[in-house]
């Protein structure tokens, strides 16, 4: 049954132009072509991330929060209280004011210390900036190695300045040295976050980053089984370059250079416009639905791989929304977020939760 549900999944007809199969992805005459039995390196490569970046974050990052004077507030530490501790562990964090006056009879307590306690406790849960930074500074050196890796693979391909290289002769691509690591690294590093995310910062968007990491990894693997490798390598090379500039405000925040963090961050809405607006819509897409056109009939491994670019597109024409009017409010002049606790660059879903703060700051500084 499930021989013949992927026999009808992978048949030749859905991926590949009519005439074309993965017979023609057969390595020959000294030509290697890119097979799905190549991914299964991304499982030690993945392993191998996470032992660096306990190495890194341990040794590096730690000397570099040293250096940029990342400091940790310190904190009250709620007083040992066995009924509260086993309400706050098994039923809330957030107790109802039913809830908070009935904990002051089986405790002993006053409403307004089981209240203090709460915050207190939860306080303690959250995680430190040290810690925050640790995360912030490693995925910021991937970034900004994998940017600088992915340019010097393309920058002296003739598909990296003439887009419509990336369907000629396909699917008989042959694959180069170069975007075979490329894939593999970037691939083992996503694999590497979702094995930690675990025991990362839970942020709000947890779920949402389980999703996205998931998606990331099935529509990287996606490109390499079909050899939309050419187009595969142009588009993560264009969300790398947004990447590290967002990851190195936040850690510029968590040590407290909030002036230095507003310039990066409008430095990074800059970047993510020029490359996820312009770029990656005006050259990348335009080339892979319109010119394929002129080639060969389309086929559904066509209208998948370019509906996927669309969604992708429609996410990033929200997420600049949102950028943009937070970049705006950073400019010289505008208002600042005044604590580090309050200006957490984290992640796209908190982009709107900081707008609206930012909002909330300006009326009042009108006022």
Request: charge should be positive.
């Amino acid at each position: 049954m499930l021989a013949v549900l992927s026999d009808w999944i992978w048949q030749d007809r859905l991926w590949f132009p009519a005439g074309l199969g993965w017979a023609n992805l057969k390595d020959r005459d000294g030509q290697v072509f890119a097979k799905g039995s190549d991914l299964w390196v991304i499982f030690p490569i993945a392993v191998c991330f996470l032992i660096i970046r306990q190495i890194f974050e341990r040794t590096v990052a730690v000397q570099l929060a040293s250096l940029l004077r990342v400091r940790e507030k310190p904190r009250v530490r709620a007083a040992p209280n066995t009924t509260l501790e086993s309400y706050f562990c098994n039923a809330s964090k957030f107790p109802s004011q039913s809830s908070v006056e009935e904990l002051t009879k089986q405790s002993a307590c006053s409403v307004r210390q089981v209240q203090r306690w709460f915050r207190r406790r939860r306080n303690q849960e959250r995680p430190s900036q040290i810690k925050k930074f640790r995360e912030a500074c490693w995925r910021f050196t991937f970034y900004v190695l994998a940017f600088i890796a992915g340019l010097g693979a393309l920058i002296d391909k003739p598909w990296f300045y003439d887009m419509e290289e990336m369907w000629n002769g396909f699917p008989t691509l042959p694959l180069l040295p170069s975007q075979y690591w490329y894939y593999m690294i970037e691939l083992g590093f996503y694999i590497s976050l979702l094995f930690s995310v675990a025991t990362d910062v839970k942020r709000k968007d947890f779920k949402e980053q389980i999703v996205h990491h998931v998606a990331t990894i099935l529509l990287i693997s996606f490109s390499w089984l079909v050899n939309y490798i050419r187009a595969g390598t142009l588009i993560m090379l264009v969300h790398d370059a947004s990447d590290y500039l967002l990851e190195s405000a936040k850690m510029f925040n968590y040590a407290g250079w909030r002036k230095t963090c507003n310039y990066i961050f409008i430095l990074f809405a800059a970047v993510f416009i020029l490359t996820r607006l312009v770029i990656l819509p005006f050259w990348i897409i335009h080339t892979t639905w319109v010119y394929p056109l002129t080639l060969y009939p389309p086929f559904f491994g066509f209208y998948f791989f370019n509906g996927l670019l669309f969604v992708l597109q429609c996410l990033h024409i929200f997420w600049a929304g949102l950028i943009l009017r937070m970049a705006i409010k950073f400019l010289p002049g505008n208002v600042c977020i005044p604590k580090p606790n309050h200006y957490r660059v984290v992640s796209w879903t908190e982009i709107d939760q900081m707008f609206f703060f930012v909002l909330k700051n300006s009326r009042v500084k009108n006022t």
